[in-house]
Structures are given as structure tokens and as C-alpha cells.
């Protein structure tokens, strides 16, 4: 089975790629949409999140958006959150693996978004960047509700470089020429890994 990190900076499009590997039943594995169930209420780490942040809890839920705040303008902050996280999306992760070997599957996708800023593509035998122009990348983020030129600025210097990630992927799937080009590129990966 092949294993393809799926990567990108903010606002590079990499939930469209994600969705168009899935659309060509290629099963994929979203490290976001895990950490979102890890902390709905009830969730594996909802009681952890609480005990770390309790400024966070709103209504019986977590804020995200207040938690956002909190750990990127505190680089301890963040640390605890993602030891709280990490473990438990890998965990994910790994069940994910399990039962799409025991499927006999040819290809599957992990979407990382942090992929080579946590060591990911190591578990990868592929990896793929999506990228699209900088001028693209800030118009779609800050179309984006909630997010300011100072919060764009904050995620991206916690984010390595398109540039770097570009240089050390196997593949670079561009998103900024329209769907049907950005299809085409992910077919032909697909074609050729399945």
C-alpha cells in the first residue's frame, strides 16, 4: 500500500485536492477533521483541552477560535495543546492505516497540513504539496470569516514555507489555475501510484 502525505500551506487549496482524491475513491485520512472530533464534547480530548484552557470552554463547547488565539501568540501554550492532540491524531492515524491494508488497498492519502513541520513525511513513502501563487494563497484566506492580516501573518510563521515545500516534494499540485487543472494533476497521480 502506498502511503501519500498530502500537504500544503494555509489557503493552498488542500481540502479541494483532498476531496478530489476521495471523489476518485482514493480514501483519505484528514488530521484536521480528526482534531475537530477529538474536541467536540465528549471527544478524547475534550477534557484534557478544558483542564489545559479553561478560558476555552464556551456553552459546553471548546471556543476554537479563542484557543486559536491563545496558542499562537504563546509558543508554550501551543505545545501543550499539540501534546494533548498529536498522540491522539496518530492514534487515528494508525487505525486508519490498519483498516485500509486489511481492505487491500493500492493508495491512500494522509492530509497532513503540518506534515514536514512535524517530521510526518517520514511516515509517507510520497508526499505532494498543493500550492498556488501568494496573491491567490492571500485572497482566499483572508475571504476566510475571522481572519485578519495578523492571524494570516501568525499561522504562516508557524508554517514552513511553500517554497521549502515545494523543493522537497515528490509531487507539487498546483491550485491556482482552476479545478480542472488541479484535477488532471491528481489523476495523473493517481494513475500512476494505483
Same mark, same amino acid.
Given at each position: 500500500?502506498?502511503?501519500?502525505? +498530502?500537504?500544503?500551506?494555509?489557503?493552498?487549496?488542500?481540502?479541494?485536492?483532498?476531496?478530489?482524491?476521495?471523489?476518485?475513491?482514493?480514501?483519505?485520512?484528514?488530521?484536521?477533521?480528526?482534531?475537530? /472530533?477529538?474536541?467536540?464534547?465528549?471527544?478524547?480530548?475534550?477534557?484534557?483541552?478544558?483542564?489545559?484552557?479553561?478560558?476555552?470552554?464556551?456553552?459546553?463547547?471548546?471556543?476554537?477560535?479563542?484557543?486559536?488565539? &491563545?496558542?499562537?501568540?504563546?509558543?508554550?501554550? /501551543?505545545?501543550? +495543546?499539540?501534546?494533548?492532540?498529536?498522540?491522539?491524531?496518530?492514534?487515528?492515524?494508525?487505525?486508519?492505516?490498519?483498516?485500509?491494508?486489511?481492505?487491500?488497498?493500492? +493508495?491512500?492519502? /494522509?492530509?497532513?497540513?503540518?506534515?514536514?513541520?512535524?517530521?510526518?513525511?517520514?511516515?509517507?513513502? &510520497?508526499?505532494?504539496?498543493?500550492?498556488?501563487?501568494?496573491?491567490?494563497?492571500?485572497?482566499?484566506?483572508?475571504?476566510?470569516?475571522?481572519?485578519?492580516?495578523?492571524?494570516?501573518?501568525?499561522? +504562516?510563521?508557524?508554517?514552513?514555507?511553500?517554497?521549502?515545500?515545494?523543493?522537497?516534494?515528490?509531487?507539487?499540485?498546483?491550485?491556482?489555475?482552476?479545478?480542472?487543472?488541479?484535477?488532471?494533476? &491528481?489523476?495523473?497521480?493517481?494513475?500512476?501510484?494505483?
Amino acid at each position: 500500500m502506498v502511503i501519500l502525505g +498530502l500537504t500544503g500551506s494555509i489557503g493552498m487549496g488542500k481540502s479541494t485536492a483532498a476531496a478530489m482524491f476521495r471523489y476518485l475513491g482514493v480514501p483519505v485520512h484528514d488530521a484536521d477533521a480528526t482534531n475537530h /472530533l477529538l474536541m467536540t464534547p465528549g471527544g478524547p480530548a475534550f477534557d484534557q483541552v478544558i483542564s489545559a484552557f479553561p478560558e476555552v470552554l464556551r456553552n459546553g463547547r471548546i471556543d476554537r477560535q479563542m484557543l486559536g488565539k &491563545i496558542v499562537f501568540a504563546d509558543g508554550r501554550a /501551543l505545545k501543550k +495543546l499539540e501534546a494533548i492532540l498529536h498522540p491522539l491524531i496518530r492514534a487515528a492515524e494508525i487505525r486508519f492505516l490498519r483498516s485500509q491494508r486489511m481492505l487491500g488497498r493500492k +493508495l491512500v492519502v /494522509l492530509d497532513i497540513p503540518l506534515l514536514y513541520e512535524t517530521g510526518g513525511e517520514k511516515r509517507c513513502d &510520497i508526499v505532494a504539496v498543493v500550492s498556488a501563487p501568494g496573491f491567490v494563497q492571500r485572497q482566499r484566506v483572508l475571504a476566510r470569516q475571522g481572519m485578519t492580516d495578523e492571524k494570516f501573518s501568525a499561522i +504562516l510563521s508557524k508554517q514552513m514555507p511553500d517554497m521549502e515545500k515545494r523543493k522537497r516534494a515528490d509531487y507539487v499540485i498546483p491550485t491556482g489555475l482552476g479545478r480542472a487543472v488541479t484535477f488532471q494533476y &491528481i489523476q495523473g497521480i493517481v494513475d500512476h501510484l494505483s
